[in-house]
Each structure stands twice: as C-alpha cells, then as structure tokens.
C-alpha cells in the first residue's frame, strides 16, 4: 500500500489543523491505521491509532482529549483532527499501517511521506 499524507502547516498555539492521509491499497478490517511524529532531534513517537475494522481508537497521553483519529472506509482514508495544538506538537506527522495496534514505528510496515505540522507560540 502506498500511503499519501497532507494537511500539514504552520498554526498558532491554540489552533487547529486536520491532517489526512490517503491510501492507495487495501487496508483491511485486521490492519490498524495509526499517526506517529518526530520532532527535530526526537524519536518518531506514537500519536494515535484507529483499528481499521471496529474503529476503536487509542491515543498518546500527550494528545488524548485534543486528538481525534477517524477513518473514512469508502475512501480509504485516515484523519487526524487535532485541536488546542501546542508548539510541542511541532513536528513531521507520518501515517502508517500495521498489522495489530503496537507503540513502537518498527512494528509498521507501511509509511506515508509526512506532513509538517509546525505550531508557533
């Protein structure tokens, strides 16, 4: 699969932006969709995840009640909605597919291009 992310830009503190990432294969009910990020200097981290299937979600500590992962099926999508972005959340946002809801990057197996989110104070 090839995944296509977008949506990224600069905001200010507060603000919100809605990152999206397409996908060009088959994401199937068993596979979990999920965001990482890495900052400058920083490990790629989890955001959030969304299990392709159920559409059960899970989140970071650091982004739950602002985050919000959701999927459209008929269009293979994958959304972010991120609300009261701080300028901690500055950072390449990438999407990627799994094949069960793990933390770590290396468990992906599938990874868009990312998206810069940059938020400024």
């Known amino acids: 699969v090839q995944l296509q992310a977008s949506g990224g830009g600069l905001v200010q503190a507060g603000g919100s932006l809605r990152l999206s990432c397409a996908a060009s294969g088959r994401i199937f009910s068993s596979h979990v969709m999920a965001w990482f990020r890495q900052a400058p200097g920083k490990e790629r981290e989890f955001v959030a995840a969304i299990r392709w299937g159920r559409s059960s979600t899970y989140y970071a500590d650091s982004v739950k009640s602002r985050f919000t992962a959701s999927k459209d099926s008929a269009k293979n999508t994958l959304h972010l909605q991120m609300n009261s972005l701080k300028p901690e959340d500055t950072a390449v946002y990438y999407c990627?597919?799994?094949?069960?809801?793990?933390?770590?990057?290396?468990?992906?197996?599938?990874w868009g291009q990312g998206t810069l989110v940059t938020v400024s104070s």
């Open positions: 990627a597919r799994g094949n069960s809801l793990e933390y770590a990057p290396a468990n992906y197996n599938s």
